[in-house]
């Protein structure tokens, strides 16, 4: 209050004040920035910045400056040589829990779901296929809606497991940590549903009798997730930059067109999908950040 009376003594009223806590005892550290939105913390010892749920996302393009910071003296040490280097075991396990807690859970389960899916295909034959697949006769003449869900969860070959399961678990980890569990799944069923319903339109209007499965449209749906993530923090997001994403999406969607039996309808679909569900959530973010933010200055 007092640094606010300084400036206001000055005629300047809009005042926006951050605080930065540096303190290897997170309990600690979130006890003393509780009920505070503008309050971040960072553990010198494992050299992370904490932004809590109930904190803003970002102050201005700091938050950005200060993760680059950060992996940037990632083992170089924070304190002096005559400072102890050893953590209480409150901090070691809380360090612990959250490591645990940021385990991509979610990807690894439908990694291992659909892993475990075509498992059982390969002892039952053609029965999951015949009843699972995904075309445009089936789900609207038919009226086997529930295949939209189930195709995303067939795969053909090994092949078609493998290079989907190895892009899902690379960026599903990714997006499932700046999203969050629930918002990563819905992201991907969402996706993947849309994916399916393009195909299923691009099949009507091209006079076209397939089948398809696999679950490209919900992994391109997260690939647009990603996309947008990357273009908000400026072109870089972890170890993916701007560059190497637009090369794979459009070497994807490029093989999809020239090669045989590629549902690029699907990709396309859920990569229109995936983006407009993350667009959609940083806007909601943005907006509920700024209410924080006007109620704290009033």
Known sequence: EKIKEFFKEKNIYDIHIFSLVICKDIEK????????PFCWVINPVSNRLVVYENQVSDFYGMRDKIEKFLVQVSGN?????????TTSENTRKENKIRSRFQLPYVTVFFVLANILIFLICTFTGNLLYNIGTFSAGDFWDNKEYYRILT???LHWDINHLASNMI????????AEKYFGRIRFSIIYISAGLAGNLLSGWYEICEGLQTRSAGASGAIFGII???FILVCIRKGHLEQITIGRLLFMILY???SGFVGPNI????????FICGMAISF?????RVKTDKNVKDKNIA
């Open 151 to 153: 195709s995303i969860f």
């Open 252 to 254: 994807s969607l490029y």
């Open 263 to 270: 549902n690029n309808a699907a990709h396309i679909g859920g």
């Open 280 to 284: 959609l959530l940083w806007i909601l």
């Open 167 to 174: 892009v899902l678990y690379y960026l599903g980890e990714v």
């Open 29 to 36: 550290a979130k006890e003393f920035c509780e009920g505070n």
């Open 224 to 226: 647009g997730a990603v």
């Open 77 to 85: 040490g924070w304190e002096e040589d005559n400072v102890e280097k």
